[in-house]
């Protein structure tokens, strides 16, 4: 990806999604359809600049890589004498020139490939971290250093991870298709915590210039419509659709107008997305059973109880704090006793709060997250220790990832500094 050509990143990001499900479809290899996309990007590249960007990008995309692709594989068919397999593969009518367009495609058509193209990725015969990254990859646009980052290991790793991934799928001969209803339910954990990395992703970036991007908000949203719509009676499934709504809701408010971070107790509320809020609540309601609750259920329905308080101070952090404890229980992990402890500071004083996250910090866990860091400068600040936050303020900073919340923990350490001077 040229980081020079103005906005194409973030063309790219919107439409890989949409190209690759097709490519594969085609050409029954996701190296070979990554290929093709990479082509059809360096065209686009020498061209849009001088041509103008199309208005359908997608389909542009989707054109000239299938040109490609179909050009590449008739010289290889040629070679092994399977010409009239190579025609059945990929059909001679499409244009040959990269500026036509075929305007045409069906767009049902290609939301089935994205949903194909997912469960292919988290196909069994793939290693659970596997089906996670390829996914992202495929499906996210996310680049290998970003997703290296989610997973917390190098990025040597995850190249070497989605390489033996992709061959896996190859030599395996995985198909691209939905699996039977018998086996729908049993990989649908897999695409759900898929679809809530990619969130993640676009909700809080880890890295870059912007917290927040859009985008990849909006791909998983459209994505987890498309699973809880083909899994209706799935709770787990609804309520990642509710959690990310609800969260969605809020994010035009979690920057100011510099690019600043606004914490949530100063967020503006009125300017949450109403609508989507009462969406996503509806959709708590309606999955929240009350019994063999799964992750997603606690997530949303302590999002609900953040996105439908009035205020800050309204805010039932008793409860929110509760259904940590049960999330501590029903899927463990440090980041979740992280936020009990949040939830317990607010709850019960700052000094509560405290002595979990110091039980936290001494398993090491979280040594390499700045949110550990940074939860615990911000409560030692809170009860009157500005020299200790002072140094885990640094400590934070050295492991942040975005501009914004760099910025916003350099103005903290300012005025604790200030404060122990």
């Known amino acids: 990806m040229d980081a020079a050509a103005p906005g194409f990143e973030r063309v790219y990001r919107d439409n890989a999604g949409l190209v690759l499900g097709p490519l594969v479809r085609m050409l029954r290899d996701v190296d070979a359809a990554e290929d093709a996309l990479q082509e059809a990007v360096v065209i686009a590249l020498e061209r849009w600049p001088v041509d ?48 036509e367009v075929i305007e045409d495609i069906d767009m049902d058509m290609i939301e089935d490939d994205q949903l194909r193209l997912i469960f292919l990725c988290c196909h069994p015969a793939l290693a659970p971290e596997a089906q996670v990254a390829l996914t992202l990859r495929t499906l996210g646009g996310l680049s290998t250093p970003e997703i290296a980052r989610a997973f917390l290991v190098p990025e040597a790793t995850m190249a070497q991870r989605l390489v033996r991934a992709k061959r896996k799928i190859r030599v395996a001969g995985i198909p691209f298709a939905l699996p039977g209803p018998e086996h729908l339910a049993e990989r649908l954990d897999v695409v759900l915590h898929v679809l809530y990395l990619v969130f993640n992703e676009g909700y809080a970036a880890t890295s870059g210039d912007v917290l927040v991007r859009r985008e990849l908000c909006g791909e998983a949203i459209r994505l987890a419509r498309v699973v809880s719509a083909l899994l209706p009676d799935e709770p787990e499934a609804t309520c990642l659709l509710a959690l990310m709504l609800l969260h969605d809701a809020r994010r035009d408010t979690r920057t100011d107008a510099h690019g600043d971070l606004v914490l949530l107790a100063d967020q503006d509320r009125s300017r949450w997305d109403g609508p989507q809020i009462a969406e996503g609540a ?49 899927a463990p992990s440090p980041v979740v006793e992280l936020n009990r402890a949040v939830a317990i500071a607010m709850a019960d004083g700052a000094g509560a709060g405290l002595a979990r996250i110091e039980q936290l910090a001494g398993d090491g866990a979280l040594e390499e997250s700045y949110l550990l860091h940074a939860t615990r400068a911000d409560l030692l600040r809170r009860v009157g220790r500005p020299v200790e936050a002072a140094g885990e303020y640094r400590a934070a900073l050295r492991l942040v990832g975005t501009a914004p919340e760099r910025r916003f923990l350099e103005r903290r350490l300012a005025s604790v500094a200030e404060g122990s001077g």
């Open 52 to 99: 103008g960007g199309p208005s359908n990008p997608a389909g542009w995309l989707l054109t000239t890589a299938r040109n490609r692709a179909r050009d590449r594989l008739r010289r290889e068919a040629k070679r092994g004498g399977k010409q009239e397999a190579a025609e059945r593969w990929m059909p001679s009518s499409a244009p040959a020139d990269p500026g």
């Open 282 to 330: 509806q959709l708590v309601d309606a999955a929240f059973t009350g019994r063999d609750l799964g992750p997603y259920q606690l997530e949303a329905a302590i999002a609900a109880l953040h996105a439908t308080a009035f205020s800050a101070e309204a805010t039932d952090w008793t409860e929110i704090a509760a259904l940590y404890s049960v999330l501590a229980r029903v």
